[in-house]
């Protein structure tokens, strides 16, 4: 099974930016859709951004648009997810998850089968 790895969390001030990585192992990422989903406290995961194996990218949450970008390196089997300005409601837990499905991205979380552990985002002063 695709194995998935965040990085790059952390805390930031408000208007900050910072960019998550999601690595793979085992498998490569060539032909897997990526999605990244956030969860923030006492509240349920929702998906932020996804992008298909063509570099197809959807966004999700219309308060992220213009100032957060997803991307992918196949070479290096990892995808990225560029924040800047960040505010402080986008704190939470960041998760990437892959699906291998000719449907391409979507929103839901069901259809991802491979998770990462995800990575923790504080915007605060």
């Known amino acids: 099974q695709l194995r998935l790895a965040e990085s790059g969390g952390g805390l930031v001030q408000p208007g900050g930016s910072l960019r998550l990585s999601c690595t793979a192992s085992?498998?490569?990422?060539?032909?897997?859709?990526i999605g990244w989903f956030r969860q923030a406290p006492g509240k349920e995961r929702e998906a932020v951004s996804c992008?298909?194996?063509?570099?197809?990218?959807?966004n999700y949450v219309d308060s992220v648009q213009g100032r957060f970008t997803v991307s992918r390196d196949n070479a290096k089997n990892t995808a990225y997810l560029q924040m800047r300005s960040l505010k402080p409601e986008d704190t939470g837990v960041y998760y990437c998850?892959?699906?291998?499905?000719?449907?391409?991205?979507?929103?839901?979380?069901?259809?991802?089968?491979?998770w990462g552990r995800g990575t923790q985002v504080t915007v605060s002063s």
């Open positions: 992008i298909n194996p063509s570099g197809e990218v959807f």
């Open positions: 998850a892959a699906r291998r499905d000719v449907l391409g991205c979507s929103a839901s979380r069901a259809v991802f089968g491979s």
């Open positions: 085992v498998f490569t990422l060539d032909w897997d859709v």
